[in-house]
């Protein structure tokens, strides 16, 4: 299976804050990247697919990049609804797998 | 707008079969995947695995052994079934559309293993 190894696991921020969160996979996975948030007591929610694409309706302080094995997921400026567990998912090779989590708190 | 709803036993006993079933509406199952991924309360997700329209499935090769998939397209649902559960299956299990990235998720059903 491709571990899919998420830093940091938790991350306190202040709103606007530039936020960053990396993600790596134990083997290439070309663009076949995955970001979701999840709030409290909620489903995921995709952001972004293929590592770079903004899913449609999310706003567009929400980016992603990279390629391979090193991927970031980066929010321009915090807005407390952003409070969430954000997570990576790689759908190159089957089983697809999670990153562990980034928990993401307001400062 | 398509939207999905989780439904089934929300207890089961050790060692017996965990079905859940998924109805989707405002969209028809044709011609997408379809997905189960769970999450034990407090950690991380877990694909289960994914069935195409036509049947077709995949899963994760640590529940392989335990775990089916169907479709049934006349009914616009699919569902899941977790044989000789335990303890480490109790969780929040979410029916999802696509293979993939999930693009549309049911709001979870908890699951719980205990006698």
């Known amino acids: 299976d491709i571990q899919m190894t998420q830093s940091p696991s938790s991350l306190s921020a202040s709103v606007g804050d530039r936020v960053t969160i990396t993600c790596q996979a134990s083997?290439?996975?070309?663009?076949?990247l995955n970001w979701y948030q999840q709030k409290p007591g909620k489903a995921p929610k995709l952001l972004i697919y293929d590592a770079s694409n903004l899913e449609t309706g999310v706003p567009s302080r929400f980016s992603g990049s990279g390629s391979g094995t090193d991927f970031t997921f980066t929010i321009s400026s915090l807005q407390p609804e952003d409070i969430a567990t954000y997570y990576c998912?790689?759908?190159?090779?089957?089983?697809?797998?999670f990153g562990q989590g980034t928990k993401l708190e307001i400062k | 707008q398509v939207q999905l709803q989780e439904s089934g036993p929300g207890l089961v006993k050790p060692s017996e079969t965990l079905s859940l079933t998924c109805t989707v509406s405002?969209?028809?199952?044709?011609?997408?995947?379809w997905s189960w991924i769970r999450q034990p309360p407090g950690r991380g997700l877990e694909w289960i695995g994914f069935i195409y329209f036509t049947g077709s499935s995949s899963y994760n090769p640590s529940l392989r052994s335990r775990v089916t998939i169907s479709v049934d397209t006349s009914k616009n649902q699919f569902s899941l079934r977790l044989t000789s559960v335990t303890a480490a299956d109790t969780a929040v299990y979410y029916c999802a559309r696509g293979g993939g990235a999930a693009r549309h998720w049911g709001q979870g059903t908890l699951v719980t293993v205990s006698s």
């Open positions: 083997q290439d996975i070309n663009n076949y």
């Open positions: 405002g969209g028809a199952i044709t011609p997408h995947y």
């Open positions: 998912q790689q759908s190159h090779n089957l089983p697809y797998t």
